[in-house]
């Protein structure tokens, strides 16, 4: 196997792609809107969904995320995410090989320890993961194996404010957090490190901004709409993310029905809630599939879900401990509980005593846990997000 690809290798350097294409017997006359890779996205909140993406969509993507993060020539990247992910299948195969940078494979992100030996080893720039994975690292790498790196970027899930310091005080790097979706191959948004002014006192552009997914990639264009009526919104108000640009997929795979539902003349719904500053930085607020409608107040998960980690130290946890999810209410339509599996013999107690160490750090009553349900474990993906859709079904079966 090494022989045939040390060959073809050669033969790509020195062979047109037309003649390649014809010794590998591959059909003339492709366009840039043919099928290149089939992804699912993660199912977290439903059935899981076919997305084609196109050899227009990944190219773009790759250029996007290029011009974004502009890595030394002969950088090494380490690819260990899955590539059924579209995190892993765009950013750590085809941006690497693509942008000509040099790629250490390992076939799984659980390994921390491993990992780390080969970033260590190959004197690896730049590292991707899920903020799941990077509580593995917290937990079991000595910080002179990352050395070399120059960038952590992360995605997929929402990098708590705590995991990202605690990681910067052992690593000496802060993780830059991004964006995507599957449907926008994936990447929109990333955060990077802050430029050097050549001179001092004179002003730059700032690179990042702490708590958000960072600025738009080159040719992403984005409207904010009123969650409840659709309208267009300003940028500056929380609502759903709508995005358009040559990343952005045409459609699932054999269900006109759902695509009509989420792209509108190029126009994709992402489900996600957010808003943008003045400098162009967006914040993710959440799913709208993550939020309740409390007493007519919309109530976002993730956000009651940080307080309560924050509230109990479970920040620098290695998996997940709790999870918050909606259950139904008579009064106010919907109520706010805990899927806990933290050991304890006085759940009643323990609600009364969390709501007001919550109202205390500044939560409103409303976004106030009613009930803890313990379960054996928080349902996650193997990406590392939450299983939203275990989660409700655990709290129905409750």
Not at 236 to 260: E, S
Request: include cysteine; hydrophobic fraction near 40%.
């Amino acid at each position: 196997i090494k022989k045939r690809i040390i060959r073809w290798v050669i033969l790509s350097r020195i062979l047109p792609a037309s003649v390649i294409g014809k010794i590998l017997g591959l059909a003339h006359g492709g366009h840039g809107d043919d099928e290149a890779v089939l992804l699912f996205t993660s199912g977290s909140s439903g059935e899981p969904k076919g997305v084609p993406l196109s050899h227009r969509n990944l190219l773009a993507n790759v250029c996007q995320f290029g011009t974004r993060l502009a890595l030394p020539p002969g950088a090494r990247l380490l690819g260990c995410l899955p590539l059924f992910h579209s995190f892993g299948c765009t950013v750590t195969l085809w941006y690497p090989l693509i942008e000509g940078y040099n790629l250490v494979t390992y076939p799984s992100p659980l390994e921390p320890k491993r990992l780390a030996e080969l970033i260590a080893q190959h004197k690896v720039h730049l590292l991707l993961a899920t903020p799941t994975f990077l509580r593995g690292y917290m937990r079991r790498v000595d910080p002179e194996l990352f050395k070399s790196l120059a960038y952590v970027v992360t995605g997929a899930e929402k990098l708590p404010e705590s995991l990202a310091r605690a990681f910067e005080e052992k690593f000496g790097l802060l993780p830059l957090e991004g964006y995507g979706l599957t449907e926008t191959s994936p990447a929109t948004n990333v955060n990077l490190p802050e430029p050097e002014s050549p001179d001092e006192g004179m002003p730059v552009l700032p690179n990042q901004r702490f708590g958000s997914v960072g600025a738009f990639l080159p040719g992403v264009a984005i409207r904010i709409a009123n969650p409840a009526t659709g309208d267009p919104s300003t940028l500056d108000k929380a609502g759903v993310i709508w995005l358009k640009g040559p990343n952005v997929f045409a459609g699932y795979l054999d269900r006109p029905d759902l695509t009509a539902e989420v792209v509108v003349d190029g126009w994709f719904n992402t489900g996600d809630i957010g808003r943008m500053d003045d400098d162009g930085f967006l914040y993710i607020e959440g799913r709208i599939s993550r939020f309740s409608k409390i007493a007519g107040e919309m109530v976002p998960h993730e956000t009651v879900e940080a307080a309560v980690n924050k509230a109990l130290g479970l920040d620098n946890e290695a998996e997940r401990k709790i999870a918050v999810v909606g259950i139904a209410d008579e009064r106010k339509g919907e109520a706010i509980a805990i899927l806990s599996c933290i050991s304890s013999d006085t759940i009643q107690q323990e609600v009364v005593d969390l709501r007001y160490k919550l109202m205390d750090a500044g939560i409103p009553s409303l976004w106030c846990p009613r009930e803890i349900i313990p379960v054996d474990e928080i349902p996650v993906l193997a990406s590392g997000k939450l299983d939203i859709k275990a989660c409700e079904a655990l709290a129905k079966g409750a």
